[in-house]
């Protein structure tokens, strides 16, 4: 029997278990998929520590993800982003892949949005920087909004040296960014666990799609005043399950069973 697993601190709230042992069931594989809490100071360690131990794949979240660079061979894009969220011990040393970028653009794909033109990036944390390289590795000009602004200047400035286009601003100001935007995704962390907005209500219009990566609630508050407006919304449990199709595919080689995934994680987040 494989062993996959989540290494994070905490791990208890993860839905990944369930929605990826759905994935084996579905493909007759032999796998199980466990959490690990190691402690916060164990980083790259905790990887070297899976490979001993003979553990096929890891998903990696926070406070990990940067940390375990030092123990893995980072993909182009996990190095340019600088975080690494799935490990395959396929090779030696294990690859690093950053599956939420590539998770992201599978979201808008699944939804036929065509990413051309211009996105505001909402956050310039772990999700804030793999949707900026995604978007902007995708030719989309990126304009980061962030509470710090000085956050949002570095990451500008390490898409725009990996051969992007983004520009820096403060979050305040993205009523300005608005209007002439095709895309909008939230990658704060404002909406989790609240009824708030990142955004006027105001400043969306019927032209935006708009992803919001948090998915607790599914529905959240920027989404609803997205469809208000006549925007595309499209929820971060779309992001979530792309993220988890994206390992499953890394780790195994096959095709994920994308809808058996989904339905798992959907009736997850109902409950
Ligand atoms: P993170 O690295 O801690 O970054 C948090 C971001 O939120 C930073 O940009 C931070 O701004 C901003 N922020 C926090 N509180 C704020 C507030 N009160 N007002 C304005 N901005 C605020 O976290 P993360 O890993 O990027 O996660 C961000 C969100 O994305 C979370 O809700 C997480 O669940 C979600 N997420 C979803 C997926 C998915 O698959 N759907 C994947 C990853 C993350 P400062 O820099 O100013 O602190």
């Not at 360690?45 to 123990?71: H, S, W, Y």
């Not at 286009?165 to 404002?190: C, F, I, Q, R, Y």
């Amino acid at each position: 029997m494989e062993v996959y697993g989540l290494l994070g601190n905490p791990v208890g709230h993860s839905l990944s278990p369930p929605m990826h042992e759905a994935a084996y069931d579905a493909r007759d594989i032999d796998a199980q998929y466990v959490t690990f809490e190691p402690p916060v100071e164990a980083g790259a360690r905790a990887v070297e520590c899976g490979a001993t131990l003979g553990v096929a794949g890891l998903n990696v979240t926070i406070p990990f993800k940067q940390d375990v660079l030092p123990a893995v061979e980072p993909d182009a894009l996990a190095a340019r982003i600088g975080a690494v969220n799935t490990v395959d011990f396929g090779s030696d040393p294990p690859t690093g892949h950053n599956t939420d970028a590539v998770g992201l653009v599978r979201a808008f794909q699944h939804h036929d949005v065509s990413l051309t033109g211009r996105a505001v990036v909402l956050g310039a944390g772990g999700a804030g920087r793999a949707a900026a390289f995604a978007l902007a590795g995708e030719g989309m000009g990126v304009d980061i909004a962030n509470r710090t602004v000085e956050t949002a200047d570095r990451l500008a400035a390490d898409v725009t040296a990996a051969g992007g286009a983004a520009d820096s601003h403060p979050l305040g100001g993205v009523g300005e960014l608005l209007p002439g935007a095709d895309v909008l995704v939230n990658a704060t962390s404002v909406g989790m666990a609240e009824d708030r907005s990142p955004v006027k209500p105001t400043a969306l219009h019927a032209d935006l799609t708009v992803l919001d990566a948090v998915y607790t609630p599914v529905e959240t508050r920027l989404l609803r005043d997205a469809a208000a407006a006549g925007a595309q919304p499209i929820d971060g449990a779309w992001m979530l399950l792309y993220q988890g199709v994206e390992a499953f595919e890394q780790w195994t080689g096959q095709d994920a069973p994308v809808e058996v995934m989904n339905q798992r994680l959907r009736a997850e987040l109902d409950r």
